[in-house]
């Protein structure tokens, strides 16, 4: 049951304790343990909590049984971890962003550097330990092997060597494969360059510098990156805003800015006023909505009302359309007697409505015949014309197709189509046109190449600026720190 609680209890303080223990284990996997599993990261982690939060506890003797039992993994990480100077910097440093820097240097600090020289002598034994780690035979009875009596075989015939083909000559490797290109050795050289000027002008202002980093940058761990040009930009750009921000403040406090208490203070006292006005905008805001709300339901009503008076009068105009309705339709039905006594008597008098009408149809036929004979006519005629025409046309054709045709045809590169266009031109002029317009095009191709180098070139010169301005900020930085630790 004590076994399990303290299984338990080490989960729990590695789950609580992450961020802390991150950042030891993943220094040692960037630092010392570059060839070490990463599958073996948990039990650093374990190490590391054990060390840090239970040593105490543990006492020496449990906490070195823990660690024997992994011999070939664990002095590396203990000896990396039990560095006083990493302790005492870098450490340190990153724990305090996390927790309280007094906090940190008391319970956890302190508690490793007083551990450390016990710490030290165990890691010492388990070096040797491992040195000298031999496996070892047991004497006891081994069965002794017997050599088979086997046959021996009869030597074998020496084969005749077959000849060697000569290969042919192969050319010699060309000087300039072990030559490093010309643009390298120019970029070193402006990168010395760059640097000699760096450093001459951070004598110039060492006092300065040295302060303004060991206000802001003191903290920073020194770790070997690779950037990449985005990288560098933003790195250079943070540290140049950080160096402006402190030359200002500097600034300020040599033209006689004074304590900001005053400013706080103020600036608290309208804050609360605003808060004051803010709220009585809001109660004010809600007076305003109560309101709104009455008046809104004082308008429905008076909406209903409107609506029944407007109902009563539909119903009114309604009973007064359905009484001219009624009206109208006697009215109708009047005109309805009528109009079937008036047809009564139109049949009295059918027949000789029906005689009148079959002559004035035998009239209209009649006339319809003689206009149909009239354009019968003249379609005739205009087909005996349209004919006529068509055969002279056909006559002409075939009198043109008789004369002997011409059938080398010269073309004038220099002469114009003649279609009666504004832009027309001849394939003399449409030639060289092509060719002013491929030169163009060729010279801007050649003018984008040029100032794409030139970006490129400009680019990497300030890339090495900025690598150059990193660099000695970070020197800066490792002085400030190792300072800061003696």
């Not at 073996?40 to 049984?65: D, K, M, P, W």
Request: charged share 30%; with cysteine.
């Amino acid at each position: 049951m004590t076994e399990e609680k303290f299984v338990l209890d080490t989960l729990a303080g590695c789950i609580e304790y992450k961020s802390l223990l991150d950042v030891v284990v993943n220094a040692f996997f960037v630092r010392d343990g570059r060839y070490c599993l990463i599958s073996e990261r948990n039990l650093y982690i374990v190490i590391c909590y054990l060390a840090t939060f239970q040593l105490e506890e543990l006492g020496l003797q449990h906490f070195s049984r823990i660690v024997k039992s992994l011999i070939y993994i664990i002095p590396s990480f203990l000896r990396f971890f039990f560095n006083a100077l990493y302790l005492n910097t870098w450490i340190k440093d990153e724990w305090s962003q996390i927790y309280d820097s007094l906090y940190v240097k008391e319970n956890w600090i302190d508690p490793l550097l007083r551990w450390q020289p016990k710490v030290q002598q165990l890691i010492g034994q388990l070096t040797d330990k491992l040195n000298n780690h031999t496996t070892t035979v047991k004497t006891s009875t081994v069965t002794q092997p017997k050599e088979f009596n086997l046959t021996v075989p009869k030597p074998r015939a020496i084969p005749i060597p077959l000849l060697i083909p000569v290969l042919e000559k192969r050319p010699p490797v060309p000087p300039s494969t072990y030559k490093p290109p010309q643009e390298k050795k120019q970029l070193e050289e402006i990168k010395t360059k760059n640097r000699r000027k760096a450093e001459v002008s951070v004598l110039c202002s060492c006092s300065t510098l040295s302060f303004l980093l060991n206000c802001f940058f003191c903290n920073i761990d020194n770790i070997p990156i690779k950037l990449n040009a985005a990288a560098i930009l933003r790195e250079g750009a943070l540290y140049q805003r950080k160096m402006e921000q402190e030359l200002k403040r500097i600034e300020d406090l040599l033209r006689g800015a004074g304590d900001p208490s005053e400013f706080l203070e103020w600036q608290k006292q309208m804050r609360g006023k605003d808060l004051e006005e803010q709220l009585a905008e809001i109660e004010c805001r809600r007076l305003q909505g109560k309101l709104s709300h009455e008046e809104a339901v004082l308008a429905h009503q008076n909406v209903i009302q409107e609506n029944k008076m407007k109902a009563d009068l539909m119903r009114e105009k309604k009973a007064e359309l359905m009484h001219l309705y009624a009206e109208k339709r006697l009215q109708e039905q009047k005109e309805m007697r009528e109009l079937v006594e008036q047809v009564m008597e139109g049949h009295k008098n059918a027949k000789q409505a029906k005689i009148k009408l079959q002559k004035y149809k035998q009239q209209i036929v009649q006339e319809v015949c003689e206009e149909s004979r009239e354009l019968l006519r003249q379609a005739l005629e205009e087909e005996e014309e349209k004919l006529k025409k068509r055969y002279e046309l056909i006559q002409q054709i075939r009198a043109i197709e008789s004369l002997p045709s011409v059938r080398h045809k010269f073309v004038d590169l220099t002469e114009t189509g003649g279609h009666g266009l504004i832009c027309e031109m001849s394939i003399v002029e449409l030639r060289e046109r092509l060719a002013l317009l491929r030169e163009a095009q060729k010279a801007e191709e050649e003018e984008k190449r040029d100032q794409i180098i030139h970006e490129k070139q400009a680019k990497e010169q300030l890339l090495l600026d900025k690598l150059d301005q990193i660099s000695l900020f970070r020197a800066e930085l490792g002085r400030a720190a190792a300072l800061k630790s003696v």
